[in-house]
């Protein structure tokens, strides 16, 4: 596929995606890699346009150059972002709220503490992630739970092996203590991401270095 026929692609999968307003976003396309740059109105919209992105066939890597842009009647103080982050994890019944701290600067929410599984981490994250003026997360969020290396990395290779989308027999898994490396080969973003989600589903997992080719 050659670079101008990837970037109509793009444009036409971020038009039909309703989270985003494509209007405002810019594509470039070069070798697979496509930039996005523009801006929109918030960062759940930001997420949106790069997810959207990745389901298209052909795409290797996002450089992600999207700016959000509030309205100036929408600019909300660092105080009321925490204070709405912590109602977030609070609210939500399968977090350890206790075990979580958050820290906001200029709007960019800053996650810390630990949690037993990778679901709750991102849980805490995509509550956040919703909260009017948030311009950005940074989630050091760190799983702890005493599993063998061993049983994650049977683990995994057994949901490799049960899913009908993953050809498992292209897949390398690496287990050192927590932390996961996959290698090898997959067919498009969306592979890669069901073998990285088998990956995280995995009680123990704390890291996941994805170092498969599309």
């Known amino acids: 596929m050659n670079d101008s026929d990837l970037r109509q692609l793009v444009n ?22 496509v930039t996005l740059s523009g801006f929109v109105c918030s960062y759940a919209e930001k997420m949106a346009a790069e997810r959207a992105v990745r389901r298209v066939k052909g795409v290797h890597a996002i450089a992600q150059e999207i700016e959000i842009r509030y309205a100036t009647d929408k600019k909300i103080n660092d105080d009321e972002i925490a204070r ?60 702890k739970s005493h599993v063998q290396a061993t049983d994650i990395k049977r683990k995994i290779e057994d ?25 090898g080969k997959v067919h498009d973003w969306r592979e890669r991401e069901i073998v ?14 994805d170092r498969m080719t599309v």
């Open 84 to 143: 709405r982050c912590i109602n977030i994890l609070t609210w939500d019944t399968t977090l350890p709220d206790d075990k979580l701290s958050i820290k906001v600067e200029r709007g960019w929410v800053t996650l810390s503490g630990e949690v037993p599984w990778h679901f709750q981490r991102i849980a805490a994250e995509s509550g956040v992630r919703k909260i009017t003026g948030v311009t950005g997360i940074t989630n050091l969020i760190s799983i």
């Open 12 to 33: 036409d999968e971020l038009e039909f995606e309703p989270a985003v307003d494509a209007s405002n976003i810019g594509v470039a396309a070069k070798d697979g890699v």
């Open 196 to 209: 990285e989600k088998a990956a995280w589903s995995v009680p123990g997992v704390m890291t996941v270095d």
């Open 159 to 183: 949901a490799l092996k049960r899913s009908a989308e993953v050809e498992a027999n292209l897949i390398r898994v690496v287990v050192t203590d927590s932390s996961v490396r996959l290698e």
